[in-house]
């Protein structure tokens, strides 16, 4: 266990004191907030679950694919509205 926490603690240390970490965590919790904005309106009705389920499988995509550096925050920005508005 200990041989897994330092590495871990620096990985940690890196991603929140580099600009480029802490955009990336900025981008985790823009997703995270856009997929929870989506369940809400699953439970509140106004969302169909496949069409969550869809509209949450492109935003993730567009996470990754903003990770990998193929697209730009704000194309990222674009891809996680359909999810927030629903």
Known sequence: MKRL???A???LVACTTTQTG???LGANALYT???EA???A???GTLDKSKFKDLDN???AALVAFREGRITIEQ???ALKPLETK
Do not use: D
């Open 33 to 35: 907030a856009a997929s």
């Open 22 to 24: 802490q955009i990336l």
């Open 38 to 40: 989506g369940e809400t």
């Open 9 to 11: 603690l620096l990985l």
């Open 76 to 78: 990222f920005r674009e």
């Open 42 to 44: 699953v439970k509140a």
């Open 58 to 60: 492109k935003a993730y």
């Open 5 to 7: 926490f330092l590495p």
